[in-house]
Nanobody, 122 residues
Framework: VQLQASGGGLVQLGGSLRLSCAAS????????IGWFRQAPGKEREGISC???????????DSVKGRFAISRDNTNKTKDTVYLQMNNLKFDDAAVYYC?????????????WGKGTLVTVSS
C-alpha cells in the first residue's frame, strides 16, 4: 500500500498550491481518498474526501470556495488525488496528509500516507 502526498511548500498569503496524493497497492475502486491536515497544537482536521469512481466529493466548511478535490483514475494501477488550494490563509498552514477509506465516505481511514508541509507567509 502506498499513499504519497506531495506538493507542499512555502506560499504567500492569498497564494495557491496544488497537493497530489499518489495511491497504489490496494483496491483503488473500493476506496475513497481523503485529505486531512494538522497544525501544531491543533487536532487533525478532515478537509476533503472523494469517492472511488463516481466523483462524489465533500469539503470542510473551512475550505469551501477556496479548495477543490479531484481524482485521476485513468491509470489502472495508480490513482492520483489532487487538492487545489487557492486564496491560502494563515490558518491553512499545516501538515497535510492523504488517507484511504474503504467505501465512498471517509469515516474510518484504513491507510495513511506521510504528510506534506504547507507554510503560509505574509
Amino acid at each position: 500500500v502506498q499513499l504519497q502526498a506531495s506538493g507542499g511548500g512555502l506560499v504567500q498569503l492569498g497564494g495557491s498550491l496544488r497537493l497530489s496524493c499518489a495511491a497504489s497497492g490496494f483496491a483503488l475502486d473500493y476506496y475513497a481518498i481523503g485529505w486531512f491536515r494538522q497544525a501544531p497544537g491543533k487536532e487533525r482536521e478532515g478537509i476533503s474526501c472523494i469517492a472511488p469512481r463516481n466523483g462524489d466529493s465533500s469539503l470542510a466548511d473551512s475550505v469551501k470556495g477556496r479548495f477543490a478535490i479531484s481524482r485521476d483514475n485513468t491509470n489502472k494501477t495508480k490513482d492520483t488525488v489532487y487538492l487545489q488550494m487557492n486564496n491560502l490563509k494563515f490558518d491553512d498552514a499545516a501538515v497535510y496528509y492523504c488517507a484511504a477509506s474503504y467505501g465512498s465516505l471517509c469515516n474510518i481511514m484504513d491507510y495513511w500516507g506521510k504528510g506534506t508541509l504547507v507554510t503560509v507567509s505574509s
